[in-house]
C-alpha cells in the first residue's frame, strides 16, 4: 500500500525554495535562521539546542535576516532599543 507524505508537495516544495535561498548565509546564521522560522523554535529553544547564549541567538539571527536583506534587495527596517 503507497504511504501518503507526512506534509503536502507544495509545502514540501516551498521549504526547498526556502532553504536554497538561505544558502550564500554562513552556517552559523543559516541555522539560527532555519530553526526560528522554519521550525519555529524561539529564542530561549535554540539557545538551549546548540548550547549558545540567548545573546548570541538573538546577534544571529538579526545579522541572518540582515544578510538575506542584503543578498536579495530588501530593505529592514532597524529596531531601536
Known amino acids: 500500500m503507497d504511504q501518503i507524505p507526512e506534509t503536502p508537495f507544495h509545502e514540501e516544495y516551498e521549504t526547498i525554495e526556502c532553504l536554497q535561498a538561505l544558502e550564500p548565509l554562513d552556517s552559523k546564521y543559516r541555522l539560527v535562521v532555519i530553526l526560528y522560522y522554519m521550525e ?3 529564542i530561549r529553544e535554540i539557545s538551549n539546542i546548540l548550547d549558545l547564549p540567548e545573546n548570541t541567538v538573538k546577534s544571529r539571527l538579526h ?4 544578510k538575506i536583506a542584503e543578498i536579495y534587495g530588501y530593505k529592514i527596517k532597524e529596531e531601536r532599543a
Open 40 to 42: 519555529e523554535f524561539n
Open 63 to 66: 545579522r541572518g535576516r540582515k
